[in-house]
């Protein structure tokens, strides 16, 4: 039988990595059933090797992001369209919606933002130090990626709560059960119609619409203004792109990096000889950052569709068939990273998969997730705080995102 991994609860004790390694170990592609949510039957093709999540990623012209969702379930064609954003488009809109924002996250772009960074991860380790310790995601990994993102955005800083809030909700839709009503929010939108099927998506929404027309008004040198005023090929951005343009760069700006601090944490925490070689003359510290990313694989998966009859590892699929790439399986594969369940910070090469890191849908923001990391835990390193770990973590049930909710640390201070 063909291991489960979509069960949300499965990754409350992290991710179910023998599964992975089981469907990795099976010739070609493997069969999973899954209930969708729309039609009530239906399964994809599990893709959990290296090599088949690169090249789906990279044919897009075989692989596409439009057609269905690229979430494990169908949604109406109704939905669908309310819902899509740049990553559930393809050429040429994608690269229209994409052109509109890259020149902000390219890695020149981001250095700008590497002073401010490290001010935020300066404060935020002297309070968490301060305080003897505490949860390291309230403390440091939740605060650093949202005031960074939402200070490049152009909105207030002291929202930050609220829109993590709201973050913390939309992954709440990934899982099993939600905890808010319908309404929350004033939400009056079917859920179906809203992403992640949360009315937290309405606030979110309505928090960017009211951003908006202040900056029609009162323009600054931020991204939400300059998706105001941008044009590509003649064609501003229209309400529904706008909303869930900002709705992404929140959400994605936020969580995954947090996810990846939490994730690098721990891993110091399990292994300190791993940070104090961050200080090591010459030490590149790209190779950290890499490493983080592997071993954190903030979103899980991503799921495609097959637009023509096609050929992947010598399964044959169908048009119409739906592929989901594994990156929490792509991430471990023995055939391209040697002891693939070692945390080793000098890996090299280490061509990791998260954030999409091939083809036209590698992330936005995967520079700046790259520049926090860089610059929190190389701040760490030189001021010889390590991280002792208290008790185990509070994990996300959820398939999507391979969240932390919560992690108890103290400092260690050499």
């Known amino acids: 039988m063909t291991p489960d991994v979509t069960t949300p609860s499965l990754y409350l004790e992290g991710i179910p990595h023998d599964r992975f390694a089981e469907m990795r170990a099976t010739p070609g592609l493997v069969w999973h059933p899954y209930v969708d949510r729309v039609s009530g039957a239906g399964g994809f093709w599990a893709v959990t090797r290296h090599a088949d999540v690169r090249e789906i990623s990279k044919s897009p012209e075989r692989f596409s992001s439009a057609i269905g969702h690229t979430n494990l379930w169908d949604l109406e064609a109704d939905a669908l369209e309310a819902r899509r954003g740049l990553i559930d488009t393809d050429h040429p809109d994608h690269t229209r919606l994409r052109r509109l924002v890259s020149g902000t996250f390219t890695p020149k772009a981001i250095r700008t933002w590497e002073e401010l960074t490290r001010q935020i991860a300066i404060e935020l380790l002297d309070e968490f130090e301060a305080a003897g310790g505490g949860d390291w995601v309230e403390m440091v990994a939740a605060p650093l990626p949202i005031r960074v993102i939402l200070t490049i955005l152009g909105v207030p800083v002291e929202d930050a709560d609220y829109l993590v809030e709201l973050s913390n909700y939309l992954v709440e839709g990934t899982g099993e059960e939600q905890s808010l009503a319908p309404d929350a929010f004033g939400n009056t939108t079917e859920l179906r119609l809203l992403p992640f099927g949360s009315p937290a998506s309405h606030a979110l929404f309505e928090y960017g619409l009211r951003l908006r027309e202040l900056r029609r008004d009162d323009p600054r040198d931020d991204i939400v203004t300059a998706l105001v005023q941008a044009e590509a090929e003649g064609e501003k951005m229209s309400h529904d792109e706008f909303k869930n343009m900002f709705q992404l760069l929140v959400f994605a700006g936020n969580e995954t990096t947090r996810t990846a601090i939490s994730h690098g944490a721990m891993a110091f925490a399990d ?36 637009t023509q009859d096609t050929e992947l590892a010598g399964t044959s699929i169908a048009a119409g068939d739906k592929v989901v790439m594994w990156y929490a399986g792509a991430n471990r594969d023995e055939s391209v990273f040697d002891d693939p369940f070692a945390f080793d910070v000098t890996r090299s090469p280490n061509p990791q998969l998260s954030f999409g890191a091939a083809g036209p849908h590698f992330c936005l923001g995967a520079w700046l997730a790259r520049l926090e990391l860089e610059v929190l835990f190389g ?21 999507f995102v391979h969240g932390i909710t919560s992690v108890d640390m103290e400092p260690v201070l050499r």
């Open 271 to 306: 292994h300190p000889e791993e940070l104090r070689r961050l200080v090591e003359p010459n030490f590149p510290l790209n190779a950290m950052t890499e490493e983080v990313i592997r071993w954190a694989t903030p979103v899980l998966h991503m799921r495609r569709t097959a």
């Open 379 to 399: 701040e760490m390193a030189k001021r010889g705080m390590g991280l002792r770990q208290l008790g185990e973590p509070v994990r996300t049930p959820s398939n």
